[in-house]
Structure formats: C-alpha cells, structure tokens
C-alpha cells in the first residue's frame, strides 16, 4: 500500500484538517485573509479526506464533504469560490455521478472543474463523458502527481473561462474592457494583498492619424501598440486590454520605478508615432492600500494622463498624487455644492465690455458675461476650475440657463433704466448643443424679458463645431432663423478647416486669447492673425480679439483690420452696475 495512504498523527491533530461538522467556508473571512483558491473534496471515508487534504492543503484551502448531497449543497453555496471539486465515485449515500449530473444540469456550476477519484479504470470514460476534466486513480498517485493534476485542471479552467466568456477585442487580439476589468476583479480577489497599478496610455492627436493617412494605417498602428502594451504588461506580471479607440488600460503588480514602464513603452511606441506628430500619455494609479474600486483607479490613472499637456516637450508620464487626490476632493465637494450654491445665489454674473475699433475712437459695443462662484467657503471661484468639472458631469446645462436668464434680465433693467442697452454675448456650452429646447428655452428667455434676439449674441466654442458639423450646423441655422447672432468662441484652438469654415453658418469669430498673446509687428504671430482676419474678411463676418492687454498688442490689432477688441487693455471684467456706468457714459458720448 502507498505510504502516503497511512495517516500520521501530527495530520490527525492538525485544527485546519477537521473535515467533520463544521466544513462550510466563511466566507466573509474568506475575503479578509490572503485569498487561496478553494478545493472541494468528496469523500465518504474519512481516511481519504484526510490524505487528499494533506496534499493539498499547503497550497490550496480545502473544504470537505462526505457524501454527494452535501457535496452539492456546499457546492451551490460556495460556487463562487470553488475551483475544483475531487470527487470519489463511490460513496454510501449515492454515487458521485448524482453531484456530475447535478452540476452539468445547473448553468452555474457546470464550469467549476471537477477531477472524479475511482478505482475503477472503466469509469473513467463514463466520468469524462458526464463533464469531469479529469481523474485520479486508487490508491493513490504520488503527492507530487496529484498536486500538478489539481494545478492544472484549475488552470485549464481558468483559460477556458477566459474564452467562453470573454470577447476578444477584435483589431487587436487583446481582451475587451469588460473581461479585463473581470479579470482584475478575480485578480484582486484571488491576491488581496498584491499591491498594483492602473496604467492608462492614451495618445494626443491621434485622431489626425486617421485623418492624415488613413483609417488603415490608424489601424495597424493601434495594433502595433497593442502589442507593445500587452508585452510591456506582461514584463510587469499584468495584463492589458484596448479601453476605447486609441486608449489602452494596463492592470500590473505595482512597481517600484516607473522608469522601466516608461522606457519601455515610449520607446517603442514614440519610434512609430514620432513622424507622425502623435504623443504617448501614460498615467498611472499605484494603489497600494486598495482604498479605491477598480474604475476609481482607472480614472485616477486616467486624471493623471491628463495632467500631461500636449505640449511636445512635456514628460510622457504622471503618477497620480496627492495634490491630484487633493484636486479630485476639491472637485467632488464643488460638484456637491452646486445645488446649494444655485439656491442661495452664489453664481453671479460680470459683464466684460468689447470695444468696436474700426472707427477713430473705440466705441462700447458689447460685453460677455461671464460667471463667477462666490463660495461660502472658498471665496471666488475661477469658472476655469468649476465649469469643465460640471461640463463632463452633466451639470452645465443648468447653469448655463440660469447664467442666460440673469444675463436677459439684466439687459431688460438697463433698458428700461438708459432707454438703451448694448447687445450682450453669452456662452453656449458642447452640451447645450445637443438640447432639443435650446431654440425654445432662449427664445422663452428674450420673450419674459422683452428684448429681441439680435441683443443676445451666442458664444459657442470652435471645438463644439468640431465635435460634430452636422449637428451643430443645424442648431446654428436654427439659431440664426430665430434672429439669434452666434459667434465662434476660441476660434484657432480646434482644428475647424477651410474648407469647413466656409459651409458654417456664423456671425462673428472670436479669436482665441493664444493667438494675441505674443504677437509683434511682422512676428510669426502676428502673420498667423493677418492670415486669420483675411479668412474672416473672405467669410464676410467680423472678429473679435479676446485677451488684449496692451496698447501695443491693440495698435496691431487695430492697424491690422481687427473689428472688435475684449481684454483687460479695456476693461476687465466688471459687476452689473458698474457696467451699466458704461452704457450710460457710451450713451452720453454719442449724443
Ligand atoms: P472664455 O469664454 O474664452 O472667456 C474669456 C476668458 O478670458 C474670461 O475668463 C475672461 O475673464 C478672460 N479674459 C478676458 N480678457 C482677458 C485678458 O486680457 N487677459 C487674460 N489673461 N484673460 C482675459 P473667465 O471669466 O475666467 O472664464 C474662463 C472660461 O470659463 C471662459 O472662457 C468660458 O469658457 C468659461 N465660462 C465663463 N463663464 C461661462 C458661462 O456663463 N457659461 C459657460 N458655458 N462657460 C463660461
Ligand atoms: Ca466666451
Ligand atoms: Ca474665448
């Protein structure tokens, strides 16, 4: 007889080795201590389940059951944290092919592996035709045998789960971001106290890849990347999967220096993308406590690459950090106040006047307005750190009506206050563009208040028009039936075309504040606005320079051909009274 079959005393005494009573998991405490895969065994001798468990209990944590009904009963229960049953065939109280039938018929359990142990060398055909992967013969094998079947039955399990119930991403072969972020799920859980990293690697301007050259080309690229991030995660002991278009996630044990991560991929990757003008951004979340869930950390990677500006000469990677997490509390409790701080009046608006300088003297023409957050707390707060926060949160619309009806009911009180008014411009954010009511909310708005709709200028931004032409060229038209003037915010920070530009119904562009910043007579700069105004001439529309702060950068403007001019030069932006001030002095010095 097999050694191994005598049992030894010290494994007779051994606590982790009781198999009868109290043979259910708890699972609670299951996910607090180090995550071992479970193995089920199923025995009705006593003596079998303590040499089976033994063997096995070094690596795996062993549950036991002493006959088939209880063997199913814990298997329905436990199913979740089962990766391989040993089943002996025969047991007093029913064979175990009553446990193969009943897990091959329940949809949950047929895919928890199962190895049947049997004398019998005739069974083993039958067993394998019933759903078992495997069998071990009496007496048994060596502990070693028995221990790499168990290991690779469970593996073997694994792979297949992987396929049957993953897509793979069809262009590159990696995993889909929804079996990835399953996988990372089962990693987390199986190794709770490996530490990791949410890797991100997006690209900028990698849309004008397949623009430039093609959607052919854009696509062997993504897959050469791919590639490269699927080898780099597996140096790193991880995985990696195409998120979204041109953005990949990596899942890998954490690592101590990123500087092999970053030498690896930008190397290889900058060599393909650098004649192309695209640039690798890589973001990482080290988690090293697990305190956040996984799409947390994504995210977090993700808010890291994004810290990385465009700019050629930025470094390829963030590591997200602790003014990062600062900034995102900011954010989350800005994002909570917002309801409050929209019932008590926080939001304001300031008025910044434009200035028309085609004649001699510069003559108050318009003003944006702008908004502005008193916060209890944190006193002023810049429109730039509040404004794209509730833009990507779905909470713009809001404030941008409640921006537009105080901008309209201001107008109506210097109307009635001057007998005159200047017309004023709003901003119209992307998402407002997709509103169906948008015509019908403005055109409510002007009617309460009694103004037309040529007195409310609409600023949309040049990467609205961008994003999508169709749509917005139908909102604009829509706009301009109904009288409203749209002006084209940020002109110069897109990429609209020539050739889209001409087919684009508006009434104004307005220059981004990049484009003054440096100019100088004949500089680079200067010839790029020159070339901007003459597009604008072609257009048959006026433009507007936002930004202008000295009387040099004026004088260009103005010997240049440029119509109108905002920017501190003038007049920063000022509260409603003080702005009427203004109306009523331009009114005075046109009589
Ligand atoms: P924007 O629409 O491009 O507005 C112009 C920004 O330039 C304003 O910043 C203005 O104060 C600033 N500015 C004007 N002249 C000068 C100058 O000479 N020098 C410098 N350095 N800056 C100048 P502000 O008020 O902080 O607004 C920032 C951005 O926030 C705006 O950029 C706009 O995109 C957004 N925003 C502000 N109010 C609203 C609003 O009511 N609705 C929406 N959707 N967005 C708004
Ligand atoms: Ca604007
Ligand atoms: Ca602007």
Known sequence: MDRLLEPQNDLIKDDAMTFDGNTRLDIGAKYEKDFRRTVLIVDDEPVNLRILGNILKEEYDIVFAQGGAEALTIIKEQKDFLSLVLLDL??????????????????????????????????????????????????YDSPEVIKARVKRAIELSIDRNIIVETGVDSLTGLMTKEFFFQYAREYDKFHPDQQ????????????????????????????????????????????????????????????????????????RISDILSPLDARIRI??????????NLEQRFDRATAASNTISKNIHSPHIAVYDNQMHEKELYEARLLGDMDKALEEHQFMVVFQPKYDITTDTPRLCSAEVLIRWKHPEFGFVRPDSFMPLFEENGRIKELDRYVWREAAKQLKRWKDL??????????????????????????QIIAENNISASELHLEITETAYTDSVTQIKGVVEGLRNEGFMVEMDDFGKGYS????????????????????TDIAENNKEMSMVEFVLEIARFLGVPVIAEGVESASQYLLLKKAGCDIIQGYYFSKPVSATEFGHLIEKSRMAAR
Do not use: W
């Open 497 to 516: 075309s020539l050739n889209m530009l001409t087919s684009l119904p508006i009434d104004a562009l307005k220059l981004d504040m990049a484009f003054i």
């Open 418 to 443: 001057y007998g005159t008014a200047v017309p004023i411009s709003v901003n119209v954010s992307r998402v407002d563009i997709y509103d169906p009511d948008l015509v019908d909310y403005l055109k």
């Open 90 to 139: 025969y047991m007093h109280d029913g064979n175990g092919y009553f446990v193969l039938d009943g897990m091959r018929d329940d949809d949950s359990l047929k895919n928890i592996p199962v190895i049947v142990i049997t004398a019998a060398k005739t069974e083993e055909v039958e067993s394998l035709r019933r759903g078992a992967v495997d069998f071990l013969g009496k007496p």
């Open 283 to 292: 973001g990482v979340y080290p988690d090293l406590y697990r305190s956040a």
């Open 196 to 267: 990791v990293d949410a890797v991100v690697l997006n690209f900028c301007k990698f849309h004008l890849v397949n623009e430039l050259y093609g959607r052919t080309m854009g696509d062997n690229l993504i897959r050469v990347i791919a590639m490269t991030a699927r080898e780099v995660a597996r140096s790193c002991g991880g995985v990696a999967c195409r998120y979204n278009a041109d953005c990949f996630y990596m899942y890998i044990e954490h690592q101590e220096d990123y500087s092999l991560l970053k030498d690896m991929l930008v190397q």
